[in-house]
């Protein structure tokens, strides 16, 4: 559902597959960041264009434009609102900004902070985005749509919120120890998964199912599904890997040579799909 290229500018086509085995269909050009809706309804893009970021939604429409990068866009459960970070004020901090899809109007909800890294909507219509206010470590923190900030977990390590499921569950990677942290809420008893590169992960919609990647020696990690308290299931080869709503199917991109391959990884059966190579 995410796409995020991460913090050096990268820039690629959006497509999209109606179905598996299906055509791809081209989305748009030049996008660093996108998010769909849980319906599939609407999808919202971050593109670089002539030096400047738009925020798109959908495709084509420009609800903002700015010098400063815009990264991370979510779309709320609720579909009224899109949540991104907004790096376009003084230094690269990063602001957490808010666009009512509805009328149209933007806001910085909350913005101050020195290293804000990743945001996620929770199933009661909060932004959850982890945060520093100083050199310390990142913490998780949640924002109403009025700008009402609350803190909700921290540690002596930095970390990164990258989803939140639709029963509350966070996927969190803690960079520094190279884990994964999946709880239910921000009180929720963890579960860990160990030795994982922390870019890499996803989280199906109901939390059950998490795809994590392990690094290898070559440029291509071993991707795995796991399963919340059972053990990992090592699924194939990849760079990114993503889990579908339900957590039975798994789309991942290996290098092919110089190009790319667009797979599909499905429970049903033994060996993965290959859709597309770029």
């Known amino acids: 559902r995410h ?7 990268l ?3 959006l497509l999209r ?12 050009d030049g996008v660093s960041g996108a998010d769909a809706a849980r319906d599939g309804t609407l999808i919202a893009v971050i ?30 459960p609720s579909g009224r609102w899109l949540a991104y970070i907004d790096r376009s004020g003084d230094g690269s901090g990063g602001a957490v900004g808010l666009l009512d899809l509805q009328s149209g109007a933007r806001q910085n909800l909350s913005s101050g902070w020195s290293d804000l890294q990743g945001l996620a909507w929770s199933p009661g219509g909060e932004i959850w985005f982890t945060a520093a206010r100083t050199d310390g470590p990142r ?17 002596p390590e930095s970390m990164t919120i ?19 942290v999946i709880t239910r809420g921000a009180t929720g008893d963890p579960a860990q998964v160990e030795g994982i590169d922390p ?14 990647a392990s690094p290898g020696n070559t440029s291509a990690g071993k991707i795995f599904r796991v399963q919340i308290g059972q053990n990992a299931e090592p699924i194939g080869k990849a760079d990114l890997a993503a889990p579908s709503p339900d957590g039975s199917r798994v789309a991942f991109a290996s290098r092919q040579g110089s190009g790319w391959r667009l797979s599909i990884w499905s429970r049903s059966g033994t060996t993965a799909l290959p859709i597309k190579d770029f």
Do not use: F, M, N
């Open 17 to 28: 597959q109606a179905k598996l085995g299906g055509p791809l269909q081209p989305v748009s």
């Open 162 to 180: 990258l989803d939140v499921s639709a029963g509350g569950q966070a996927l969190i990677c803690q960079e520094y120890a190279s884990r994964a």
């Open 199 to 212: 870019k890499r992960l996803g989280l199906s919609y109901d939390g059950r199912w998490a795809v994590v």
């Open 47 to 76: 593109r670089h264009v002539g030096g400047r970021y738009r925020l798109e939604a959908p495709p084509g429409h420009v609800r903002a434009e700015s010098e400063g990068r815009l990264e991370t866009p979510r779309i709320s």
């Open 11 to 13: 820039e690629g086509d």
């Open 139 to 155: 913490a998780l923190y949640s924002i109403s749509t009025r700008g009402k900030v609350r803190p909700l977990l921290s540690g």
């Open 3 to 9: 796409l995020e290229l991460g913090q050096e500018i």
